[in-house]
Nanobody
Framework: QVQLVESGGGLVQTGDSLRLSCAAS??????????MAWFRQAPGKEREFVAG???????LYQDSVKGRFTISKDNAKNTVYLQMSSLSAEDTAVYYC?????????????????WGQGTQVTVSS
């Protein structure tokens, strides 16, 4: 059974940085063969793609986070990270880790088969 567990969320102030982690587990689940992504959902809004990393390590970002967020992964630890900096109130949301087999970019949340439970990020102004 695949399990994605996010951690690292919390309450920060405008301009602060935060790093989220997503630890993956499961007998045959390896992020080295998966496209992994971070999504977020703010109250009253749809879940939106934030950043993704391909099996080969290529990355994709939503325009609003380019230059501020960095997605990375450690295949040996089966863990994906999201380093966030220059945070603003608009970044407040529940952040979800997601994974789908193979390569090929998609920013549509329904195309991701595996999800974590989410971690809350609140940016106070």
């Amino acid at each position: 059974q695949v399990q994605l567990v996010e951690s690292g969320g919390g309450l920060v102030q405008t301009g602060d940085s935060l790093r989220l982690s997503c630890a993956a587990s499961g007998r045959t689940f390896s992020i080295s063969t998966m496209t992994m992504a971070w999504f977020r959902q703010a109250p009253g809004k749809e879940r939106e793609f934030v950043a993704g990393v391909s099996p080969l390590g290529n990355t994709l970002y939503q325009d609003s986070v380019k230059g501020r967020f960095t997605i990375s992964k450690d295949n040996a630890k089966n863990t994906v990270y999201l380093q966030m900096s220059s945070l603003s109130a608009e970044d407040t949301a529940v952040y979800y880790c997601a994974g789908r087999p193979g390569a090929g970019w998609t920013t549509t949340y329904s195309n991701y088969a595996h999800w974590g439970q989410g971690t809350q990020v609140t940016v106070s102004s």
